[in-house]
């Protein structure tokens, strides 16, 4: 099955419903989803789910060297800001570049993307450093329709999973905020303060 119209198609509906304000995108590093991101949502931060990540360096590594690689991975993922990332990556790459060749060249190549959810406030990295929470819905929704198992037509279909959304949603609002944005509106003002300011600085 080909993919790759199947993410243009729905990028397409989402702006074509005025889905305006993305700034990052977390996915997979399915080809054609990329290439719908950067078409639709120019200029958006696609980030590389870190999930998927580990388990692609993973299967390129050597059986023997699983265990070795494993902590130094999940240290590069869980550093504290890019500058120590970069750090610890090129000392893995030194370790394990005869150990596991095709694994430290998927590293590197996907280092950046990977690491893109460093530019957010450290609060955020977490929820959004995997696409866990969408794998999460999706498998609620699946486990709803099993319950079913055949749907009359296509609009029972969407009145159930519609709901099921609408529950969530409610959730979100009226209890824990799976997100809550008011300290990220604060510091992307703060990021755009400190831009205008660089920029005046350059001008003079």
């Keep these: ?73 999940r240290a590069i993922l869980d550093a504290p800001d890019i500058g120590t990332a970069r750090l610890l990556l090129n000392q893995t790459l030194e370790t394990f570049e005869k150990k596991a060749p095709k694994a430290m060249q998927l590293l590197e190549m996907g280092f950046d993307d990977a690491t893109a959810v460093l530019m957010l406030p450290e609060k955020y990295r977490r929820r959004l450093r995997t696409t866990n929470a969408v794998e999460r819905l999706i498998e609620e929704i699946r486990r ?37 944005m008011s300290e990220y509106l604060q510091w992307q003002e703060e990021q755009k303060q400190i831009n205008d300011q660089s920029n005046i600085a350059y001008i003079r």
Excluded at 13 to 41: M, T
Excluded at 156 to 168: D, F, K, V
């Design 144 to 180: 709803r329709e099993r319950v079913i198992r055949i749907f009359p037509n296509r609009e029972s279909a969407i009145r159930l999973i519609g709901a099921l959304l609408m529950e969530i949603d409610d959730k979100w609002i009226a209890g824990k905020k799976y997100l809550d």
């Design 1 to 73: 099955m080909n993919l790759k119209p199947v993410g243009a198609s729905f990028f397409s509906w989402l702006k074509s419903r005025n889905l305006r304000g993305v700034e990052l995108v977390v996915s997979d590093d399915h080809g054609g989803l990329v290439k719908a991101v950067r078409r639709y949502f120019q200029g958006v931060t696609w980030h590389r789910c870190q999930t998927h990540f580990m388990r692609n360096i993973m299967d390129a590594t050597p059986k023997s060297a699983k265990e070795e690689l494993y902590p130094h991975l």
